[in-house]
């Protein structure tokens, strides 16, 4: 069952008959009337708080809400939501920018490179929403509240225990008392509606979430919008910002639809126009389970560090739930620099069931973006300046030898880390002197197709030892023990090339010598 059924079903029976039978519609083929993707330049923002580190899921989300903004020639913005302090963790803020910079999402505006709309850190726009909720004081609209925690505690157990249950546990005492002494400390709750207004979701069409009450012991879903140290709540930040940043379209995951309705009633109480709603579904492990903490809650950098691309990564990422338009039936390649992603990404392919999340994946988009890397010589150039500096310590040969090894390494390497080993140990056993002590003999007649190798060329020794029976894997092998000690990864006239004729001669040689 997907969360948003879930939810309907939770929130009114009502809204489960319709909103299920309208799931069922939807699952079929849709026809293609209308697109729902922006035409107009949209404005959106990823607005994490720094709790913890990113992870996958709101990797997914900064993404979309990426695409989304430069598919349409919009704006991408950086909220940094930080007002819950308790919950602040040491390194999350800066770890969020170094992820999107790493993963190539550029920031239109944001708390470093500022914008129009600034501050775009929560914590820097107390008065905004202190200005904000006055208003709705005045207007009768919010109303202080003054219900000791024990009381507040006391409220919800009571509600829970209440047949049936009902998770809004406030009973508007204060509303009712509004004459108190104001210097008390308080907090400033929202008046919330009677009913809900039904809203619009760009993925999952019309929504209708009620709390579920109980009429015996009527509560009201009265949320806080200002804490008792003059903090804005996640509801009331996040609307008054969204409204002043002139964000056009809210793309973030399914488990923020239970605050919608909410979000809506603010948006109403003000006179403003919400921005259009995308929630996008949950990360799941190939199970169909919530992902694990190794699965899902992985420290991006432990990927960087393990040697996968950006390109990888943010490939892999993008399908979570997303995939190219295509006719029925015809394949589309999966292999998607972020150029491409922004020229196909359209909100009209996304899609409702939960994502997937298949680790295996991650590995094949690495090594078909490392493929694709080596074939583009500037970001090759660049990549051998980033990545593997430590090669000037081997260099005696220019770099265009590097290059030209690496270039032939790709097709071997699933990590760049692979390839930094694999390239490190081939150079050695290319260049250095080696001993063929710590290497197997290939075959018995290694030393018979050396004689030979060494008085004709390779192409030779192939066509005139083959026709006297010996395999073509063996002359093979026995070059490869001599040339590179029996290190994989290139192929033998590959080899050949790099080292040229004189070292290839040199080394058979010395192989010679020690058989
Ligand atoms: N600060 C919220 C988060 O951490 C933002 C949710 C939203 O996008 O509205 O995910």
Same mark, same amino acid.
């Not at 308790?86 to 708390?111: H, M, Y």
């Not at 009973?171 to 210097?183: I, Q």
């Not at 994502?355 to 970001?379: G, T």
């Given at each position: 069952?997907?969360?948003? #059924?879930?939810?309907?079903?939770?929130?009114?029976? @009502?809204?489960?008959?319709?909103? *299920?039978? +309208?799931?069922?519609?939807?699952?079929?083929?849709?026809?293609?009337?209308?697109? /729902?993707?922006?035409?107009?330049?949209?404005?959106?923002?990823?607005?994490?708080?720094?709790?913890?580190?990113?992870?996958?899921?709101?990797?997914?989300?900064?993404?979309?809400?990426?695409?989304?903004?430069?598919?349409?020639?919009?704006?991408?913005?950086?909220?940094?939501?930080?007002?819950?302090?308790?919950?602040?963790?040491?390194?999350?803020?800066?770890?969020?920018? !170094?992820?999107?910079?790493?993963?190539?999402?550029?920031?239109?505006?944001?708390?470093?490179?500022?914008?129009?709309?600034?501050?775009?850190? @929560?914590?820097?726009?107390?008065?905004?929403?202190?200005?904000?909720?006055?208003?709705?004081?005045?207007?009768?609209?919010?109303?202080?509240?003054?219900?000791? /925690?024990?009381? =507040?505690?006391?409220?919800?157990?009571?509600?829970?225990?209440?047949?049936?249950?009902?998770?809004?546990?406030? $009973?508007?005492?204060?509303?009712? +008392?509004?004459?108190?002494?104001?210097?008390?400390?308080?907090?400033?709750?929202?008046?919330?509606?009677?009913?809900?207004?039904?809203?619009?979701?760009?993925?999952?069409?019309?929504?209708?979430?009620?709390?579920?009450?109980?009429?015996?012991?009527?509560?009201?879903?009265?949320?806080?919008?200002?804490? !008792?140290?003059?903090?804005?709540?996640?509801?009331?930040?996040?609307?008054?910002?969204?409204?002043?940043?002139?964000?056009?379209?809210?793309?973030?995951?399914?488990?923020? %639809?239970?605050?919608?309705? /909410?979000?809506?009633?603010?948006?109403?109480?003000?006179?403003?126009?919400?921005?259009?709603?995308?929630?996008?579904?949950?990360?799941?492990?190939?199970?169909?389970?919530?992902?694990? +903490?190794?699965?899902?809650?992985?420290?991006?950098?432990?990927?960087?560090?393990?040697?996968?691309?950006?390109?990888?990564? &943010?490939?892999?990422?993008?399908?979570?739930?997303?995939?190219?338009?295509?006719? %029925?039936? !015809?394949?589309?390649?999966?292999?998607?620099?972020?150029?491409?992603?922004?020229?196909?990404?359209?909100? $009209? @392919?996304?899609?409702?069931?939960?994502?997937?999340? $298949?680790?295996?994946?991650?590995?094949?988009?690495?090594?078909?973006? &490392?493929?694709?890397?080596? !074939?583009?010589?500037?970001?090759?150039?660049?990549?051998?300046?980033?990545?593997?500096?430590?090669?000037?310590?081997?260099?005696?040969?220019?770099?265009?030898?590097?290059?030209?090894?690496?270039?032939?390494?790709?097709?071997?390497?699933?990590?760049?880390?692979?390839? $930094?080993? /694999?390239?490190?140990? #081939?150079? =050695?056993?290319?260049?250095?002197?080696?001993?063929?002590?710590?290497?197997?003999?290939?075959?018995?007649?290694?030393? +018979?197709?050396?004689?030979?190798? =060494?008085?004709?060329?390779?192409?030779?020794?192939?066509?005139? =030892?083959?026709?006297?029976?010996?395999?073509?894997?063996? &002359?093979?092998?026995?070059?490869?023990?001599?040339?590179?000690?029996?290190?994989?990864?290139?192929? &033998?006239?590959?080899?050949?090339?790099? *080292?040229?004729?004189?070292?290839?001669?040199?080394?058979?040689?010395?192989?010679?010598?020690?058989?």
């Amino acid at each position: 069952m997907s969360l948003t #059924t879930m939810l309907v079903r939770r929130y009114s029976k @009502q809204a489960t008959l319709s909103s *299920l039978a +309208k799931s069922l519609t939807d699952l079929k083929v849709e026809p293609t009337i209308k697109s /729902k993707h922006p035409t107009k330049p949209a404005r959106t923002r990823f607005a994490p708080s720094p709790t913890g580190f990113l992870h996958l899921g709101s990797l997914r989300t900064a993404l979309y809400n990426y695409l989304l903004a430069k598919s349409t020639g919009g704006k991408f913005i950086l909220r940094i939501e930080d007002t819950d302090r308790t919950r602040l963790v040491s390194g999350a803020e800066q770890n969020i920018f !170094e992820v999107l910079k790493w993963c190539g999402l550029k920031l239109d505006e944001g708390p470093k490179s500022g914008g129009k709309y600034g501050p775009y850190r @929560q914590s820097d726009r107390k008065e905004i929403y202190l200005k904000y909720a006055n208003i709705l004081l005045e207007s009768g609209l919010a109303y202080k509240c003054y219900c000791s /925690k024990e009381r =507040l505690t006391g409220l919800r157990i009571s509600a829970r225990r209440l047949k049936p249950p009902t998770t809004v546990t406030y $009973d508007r005492e204060c509303f009712d +008392k509004r004459k108190r002494r104001v210097e008390l400390p308080h907090v400033i709750r929202f008046k919330s509606p009677d009913k809900y207004p039904p809203f619009h979701d760009l993925l999952h069409g019309e929504l209708n979430l009620q709390p579920q009450y109980n009429e015996k012991d009527r509560r009201y879903d009265d949320f806080v919008i200002l804490k !008792e140290d003059g903090m804005p709540t996640y509801h009331f930040a996040n609307v008054i910002d969204d409204h002043f940043m002139k964000i056009t379209h809210v793309v973030r995951g399914e488990e923020w %639809l239970p605050s919608t309705p /909410k979000h809506i009633a603010l948006y109403n109480a003000f006179g403003w126009t919400p921005p259009e709603f995308i929630h996008i579904p949950l990360l799941t492990s190939l199970e169909d389970k919530k992902l694990s +903490k190794r699965q899902g809650d992985l420290n991006i950098f432990e990927l960087r560090d393990a040697g996968v691309l950006p390109e990888a990564l &943010i490939n892999f990422v993008a399908l979570f739930g997303w995939a190219p338009s295509r006719g %029925l039936g !015809e394949k589309f390649n999966e292999v998607m620099g972020m150029s491409d992603l922004i020229k196909n990404f359209s909100i $009209d @392919q996304l899609t409702k069931g939960n994502a997937k999340v $298949d680790r295996s994946k991650l590995l094949y988009f690495n090594k078909m973006h &490392i493929k694709r890397k080596f !074939e583009n010589n500037r970001e090759l150039a660049e990549l051998v300046d980033n990545h593997y500096p430590s090669f000037s310590m081997y260099s005696t040969e220019p770099r265009a030898y590097f290059t030209k090894l690496l270039k032939y390494m790709s097709s071997s390497l699933t990590t760049l880390n692979n390839l $930094d080993e /694999k390239i490190r140990t #081939t150079y =050695l056993h290319l260049y250095e002197k080696f001993d063929y002590s710590e290497f197997k003999v290939p075959c018995e007649d290694t030393k +018979k197709i050396l004689e030979f190798a =060494l008085k004709n060329g390779f192409e030779q020794t192939i066509d005139e =030892l083959t026709s006297t029976g010996i395999k073509k894997t063996d &002359i093979l092998k026995s070059y490869r023990f001599a040339l590179v000690g029996n290190q994989p990864g290139m192929t &033998i006239p590959q080899i050949m090339e790099l *080292l040229g004729d004189e070292e290839v001669e040199q080394k058979i040689t010395r192989a010679l010598e020690y058989l």
